[in-house]
């Protein structure tokens, strides 16, 4: 359904993986993304490591927007530490399917290591790359 240009809708969306932490065991990878949204426009806030485990959240919520009609999402890495393949597929699919329906996905604020995936692939030539996250209400 599409917002009108006043509406604003938050969503926060968490995993972890593997869902209990035993002794000795490796930590719990974790994913927190969170959507802010108004009219046409949203920001998708990501905050963790984004891989193979945890990237079916980042997809989920990318889903909702693109049902919603959203036209433009800026995806806000700035809280990402890593990203795998997996995390790089989730976002190259949603920028394929909201270019498809006419809007644009862009990447912000991505920490020096996801940078440096996003250069070492190419995909920094793919995907439009800004240092900041703009504002909701900025066109």
């Avoid at 932490?21 to 949204?37: H, K, Q």
């Avoid at 693109?66 to 976002?91: A, H, K, W």
Wanted: charged share 20%.
């Amino acid at each position: 359904m599409a917002r009108s240009g006043h509406d604003r809708a938050t969503r926060t969306v968490a995993a972890a993986w593997p869902g209990r932490r035993r002794a000795g065991s490796v930590p719990d990878v974790e994913l927190n993304v969170t959507t802010a949204s108004q009219g046409g426009h949203a920001v998708v806030t990501a905050t963790g490591e984004l891989d193979l485990y945890t990237a079916p959240r980042l997809q989920a919520a990318l889903a909702g927007l693109l049902r919603d009609q959203v036209v433009r999402i800026v995806v806000d890495l700035s809280g990402v530490e890593f990203c795998d393949s997996t995390g790089m597929n989730v976002l190259l699919a949603a920028m394929k399917r909201l270019k498809e329906q006419g809007g644009a996905l862009e990447l912000a604020a991505p920490r020096p290591a996801v940078k440096r995936i996003l250069q070492v692939t190419g995909l920094d030539s793919v995907f439009t790359v800004c240092d900041a996250v703009p504002a909701l209400d900025a066109g």
